[in-house]
């Protein structure tokens, strides 16, 4: 399913080694050796359309080895820019379904995320983008959910 934007996201981390305590080898156990600590991070937001919207990758390195949480600077740094995205673009105020797109649902006989038929009982949706407001097609409410 076609998307507007996608993240793409990358960590780097020191490797702290662990002491650890001697397993009881009559049970079932996971021998911790390292943490993973991150101490850096890159991400890049990308648009269906480079020419709608597009930004540089943002990158960012820890100032010093103990003491950031490198994770939460991420996501915050990452949720900003959600929110610009969001305030920078108008939501559509409706669907945008007309003569075609009604006569495209009514003559739907199958789901079009999962591609199964509709049975007696199933709850038959217009499923749309809610970025551009155009209708995608008829789908199961399950499914549109998901």
Not at 2 to 7: C, D, L, N
Request: hydrophobic fraction near 25%; aromatic fraction near 14%; proline fraction near 5%.
């Amino acid at each position: 399913m076609r998307v507007p934007f996608r993240v793409y996201a990358d960590f780097e981390s020191f490797i702290i080694p662990m002491d650890n305590c001697v397993p009881n080898p009559r049970q079932s156990y996971t021998n911790k050796c390292q943490k993973h600590k991150p101490s850096s991070f890159s991400y890049y937001i990308k648009c269906f359309d480079d020419k709608i919207y597009s930004q540089k990758p943002v990158t960012y390195t820890a100032k010093k080895y103990e003491g950031e949480d490198v994770a939460h600077i991420f996501i915050s740094m990452l949720k900003e820019d959600i929110k610009s995205i969001y305030k920078r673009f108008d939501k559509p105020e409706k669907m945008v379904f007309g003569e075609e797109e009604e006569q495209e649902y009514e003559e739907a006989t199958e789901c079009w995320i999962c591609h199964d038929g509709f049975d007696e009982g199933d709850k038959k949706v217009t499923d749309h983008c809610h970025f551009t407001g155009k209708f995608r097609g008829a789908a199961h409410n399950s499914c549109n959910l998901k």
